[in-house]
């Protein structure tokens, strides 16, 4: 039987933890002003090329389908409000894709070249390298990346643009930035844990009792009778003696 409380600590560190790292874009919200134009060598991209953008804190990954389109996997909480293609087309803002990320709702979306990278250096097949996988024929990476165009479920940690990428790539969606995220999770909620753990056996340690109390008593006696001071002297000791 699952721990409501082990849950609602583990789904807090996940959104803390999602908020924390997903910053995709810089400073300004791409559908919030005009879109930083840069000279990109299309020309040198092939049909199926994985195209990679370093970001703040993640990169983010598409896919090349030719004649100036990128299919990548994006958090939109517009998905969740609205039918209407003409407005959840428009390049995704970082509130929609922030909001995205919290309600787990994305899609895997056509933009330009220019909208994807939004003036960043694009590192074309450096998954190749990085992960030392054989790549499939690139027609065939990016047929499957057409056969998943359209709404999907979001997860930093198990569905990612990296697990998308890397599916249409290799044939196995695999996410090592997510891994790493996740090792940072765990190590986190271990912390906490072993904290909770701590505070039980202090409040369980009679000894802690007769502590609080001399340590209410000094901070009487150094700062004089006043509620500030008498108010937590009576009540810290209280509190241990009863949760003991």
């Known amino acids: 039987m699952k721990n409501p409380m082990l849950e609602a600590v583990s789904l807090l560190l996940e959104k803390l933890l999602l908020i924390s790292n997903f910053k995709l874009f810089s400073s300004g919200a791409p559908g919030e002003e005009t879109a930083k134009k840069s000279l990109y060598e299309i020309s040198s991209f092939l049909r199926g090329d994985v195209l990679e953008v370093p970001r703040t804190h993640l990169t983010h990954y598409g896919i090349y389908l030719g004649d100036n389109r990128v299919a990548h996997l994006m958090p939109d909480i ?8 003409e407005l959840t087309q428009k390049v995704v803002s970082n509130k929609r894709l922030i909001l995205g990320v919290i309600g787990k709702v994305a899609s895997i979306r056509v933009d ?33 990346a057409e056969k998943l165009l359209g709404i999907t479920s979001y997860s930093l940690l198990w569905n990612n643009c990296e697990h998308f990428v890397t599916y249409c790539r290799f044939g196995a969606p695999i996410s090592p930035q997510a891994d790493k995220a996740y090792l940072c999770y765990l190590t986190s909620l271990n912390f906490i844990l072993q904290f909770c753990e701590n505070v ?25 009778l006043a509620s500030y001071t008498t ?4 009540f810290i000791p209280f509190c241990l003696w009863m949760a003991g």
């Open 200 to 224: 039980k056996i202090i409040i369980r340690d009679q000894r802690s009792v007769l502590a609080s109390a001399v340590l209410g008593l000094a901070s009487i006696v150094c700062l004089g």
């Open 112 to 144: 330009t070249v220019e909208d994807f990278a939004y003036g960043a250096d694009i590192l074309v097949n450096h998954l190749d390298k990085s992960l030392k996988k054989k790549a499939l024929l690139n027609e065939e990476v990016a047929r499957r």
């Open 231 to 234: 108010l937590p002297a009576i």
């Open 78 to 85: 517009l998905l969740a409000l609205t039918d209407d293609k």
